[in-house]
């Protein structure tokens, strides 16, 4: 896109229509010093179209959004949120997905709340405040296609980000019972939103996938066919709060209810 911009520039000053074309082919009117004068500063205006144009700087910060952000930093930004949502239930909570340990030691921070998390890749190159977390027990490496080990209902509250969109349909049907199977207040899923998030192709080694990104009305059907209930009145509450605010989820969040 730059390059075809950048060349239509150029004919654009070819063509006689750019408000400096006439002065830079004007020399029996222009001293040597204006010419050169005019010149540079035609210079200038041609790089400063060609960026803004292209569209170069927007396409970057697009990217860092698009590319790079992830629902498990939307986890992050809402938890004050879930926290007015859920109330006291949000006092034992599992976080699954990837950089688990970020949104771990976030909800660690918060008062009279306990996180385990599970990370469903191979940790390379982490800081070492998430070794020393993994070193603890506090979060593990465990390839959710298979079953958890935790019992039933050991969470108030499980928080699945990002793992889900990287598993075919033959897995979610076994990963997705077993995550509400050790839930005993409430399962919270942050999926992609289609069209609005990518998978890296660096990443793509580490997930062995690329992302699917699901539509709302697929996985409301894939609940329902997994005979998991929508928690009516987390969903009304959790509303009720970012509505107040200007927060506005870059994911999609489920909130259901666990198998009883």
């Known amino acids: 896109m730059s390059r075809r911009q950048v060349s239509s520039t150029r004919r654009f000053v ?6 400096f074309s006439g002065a830079l082919h004007s020399k029996s009117r222009s001293s040597p010093i204006l010419s050169i004068a005019l010149v540079v500063v035609g210079a200038i205006l041609l790089i400063g179209y060609a960026y803004s144009g292209s569209g170069k700087f927007r396409g970057e910060a697009v990217s ?6 992830t629902c498990s930093l939307e986890v992050q930004r809402a938890i004050p949120f879930l926290k007015k949502a859920y109330g006291d239930r949000m006092h034992k909570v599992l976080h699954v997905g990837p950089d688990t340990c970020s949104v771990v030691s976030k909800l660690l921070k918060e008062e009279d709340t306990e996180a385990w ?3 469903p890749y191979d940790i390379e190159d982490v800081e070492e405040s998430c070794k020393s977390l993994v070193g603890k027990g506090i979060v593990r490496v465990a390839d959710i296609k298979y079953p958890l080990p935790y019992r039933p209902k050991s969470f108030s509250l499980v928080i699945v980000s990002d793992a889900l969109d990287y598993l075919s349909s033959k897995y979610l049907n076994k990963t997705l019972p077993e995550l509400a199977r050790v839930a005993s207040d409430g399962l919270i899923i942050f999926a992609g939103t289609p069209g609005h998030q990518k998978a890296k192709v660096a990443e793509l080694s580490k997930f062995g996938r690329p992302a699917k990104m699901r539509s709302s009305s697929w996985w409301i059907r894939f609940f329902d066919q997994s005979s998991l209930k929508e928690n009516e009145t987390a969903v009304k509450k959790f509303e009720q709060a ?19």
């Open 14 to 19: 070819d063509s006689g229509n750019f408000p």
């Open 64 to 69: 860092r959004i698009e590319g790079d952000y």
């Open 117 to 119: 998390g599970v990370e």
């Open 242 to 260: 970012t509505s107040k605010s200007s927060y506005l989820p870059a994911c999609q969040v489920f909130h259901l209810n666990p198998y009883h």
